[in-house]
């Protein structure tokens, strides 16, 4: 954040650097922020870009799929805390007026 133009945004998008985000990935995350005051970040799910090129990335892939679509959602409809699961995330600066 020492870069100047850090300052002028409302929001900020962290990446791992191995991470390939849709075009419209600020599109879609971006309003949850908007519309609501109270959250501090959006995470969002990633996939494997390349799930059927050998035995290890397809299951590497069922793993994947199984944390977000079992074990996260289970826990977020209980309100319970889940594990971090990498950086993909949007969230306000700290010069947001949100």
């Not at 409302?10 to 191995?18: E, G, S």
């Not at 995350?29 to 290890?56: H, K, S």
Request: a negative charge; glycine letters at 4%; one cysteine or more.
């Amino acid at each position: 954040m020492l870069h100047a133009y850090v300052q002028q945004c409302d929001f900020l998008a962290v990446f791992d650097a191995d991470f390939q985000p849709e075009p419209d990935f600020l599109m879609r995350t971006i309003p949850y922020l908007a519309r609501n005051p109270q959250i501090a970040l959006v995470q969002a799910r990633w996939e494997f870009v390349n799930p059927n090129e050998c035995l290890m990335t397809r299951i590497q892939k069922m793993t994947l799929d199984y944390h977000f679509k079992v074990e996260q959602e289970a826990g977020s409809s209980t309100f319970a805390f889940f594990g971090f699961n990498g950086i993909t995330a949007s969230f306000p600066s700290m010069n947001s007026t949100l």
